[in-house]
Structure formats: C-alpha cells, structure tokens
Nanobody
Framework: QVELVESGGGLVQAGDSLRLSCAAS????????MGWFRRAPGLEREFVAA????????YYADSVKGRFTISRDNAENTVFLQMNSLKPEDTAVYYC????????????????WGQGTQVTVSS
C-alpha cells in the first residue's frame, strides 16, 4: 500500500511558477503509475498529467501541455509537477494519485489519492 502527501501549493500571480511534490510511503512506489489531477471550484476532478512507473513516458492534458512537466524520483519515492506560466484558470486543488497497470487519464482508474494542495493564481 502507498500513502501520498502533496506539498508545494500556494498563492502566485499569473505567469509565475510553482513546483508541487507528492511524497509516497511504502516500498512499492516504483510499481505505480503516478498522476496529477485537479478540481476547480464547482467543477469535477480532471486529469492534469501522468507518468509511467519508470518515468520514461509522460502524458498531459491539452490545457497544460507545454507549461507543466511531470517527473518522478523513484529513489526518493516522490513525484513532481513543475508548473510554469500559470494562469488564473489553473486555480484548483491539486491531487496526487497512483494506480497499477497502464497510464491513464481516467479519474476512476486511480485507487490511491492524496489529500490535495491548493494552488491559487491571481490575475
């Protein structure tokens, strides 16, 4: 079993950068596909990015492609989300999630979730 704890959120201005981290407990972290999702007020949780268990393959939502980068450090049991050129529409609670098997953008396929970290981007 893996437990996930996100950090790195905050209040920034449009155009700024933030780096989110997700620390995982457990010895099987490298077996999991890791994903980042977000939920803006009044909206459903949506896919942001995912990375394969080895880190070689990454996947992004069209809305963040070219601005966000997902990466992982299996030696440190941590996954990162580097967010550049932030926009007010990126404001949301960001969640780290884990699943076994193939990478996916489907929320329901991820069975392990962190508590979330708030990202607020002011205009």
């Amino acid at each position: 079993q893996v437990e996930l704890v996100e950090s790195g959120g905050g209040l920034v201005q449009a155009g700024d950068s933030l780096r989110l981290s997700c620390a995982a407990s457990g010895r099987t972290f490298s077996s999991y596909v890791m994903g980042w999702f977000r939920r803006a007020p009044g909206l459903e949780r949506e896919f942001v990015a995912a990375v394969s268990w080895g880190g070689a393959s990454t996947y992004y939502a069209d809305s963040v492609k070219g601005r966000f980068t997902i990466s992982r450090d299996n030696a440190e049991n941590t996954v990162f989300l580097q967010m550049n050129s932030l926009k007010p529409e990126d404001t949301a609670v960001y969640y780290c999630a884990a699943k076994l098997g193939a990478p996916s953008s489907w929320v329901r396929e991820y069975n392990l979730w962190g508590q979330g970290t708030q990202v607020t981007v002011s205009s």
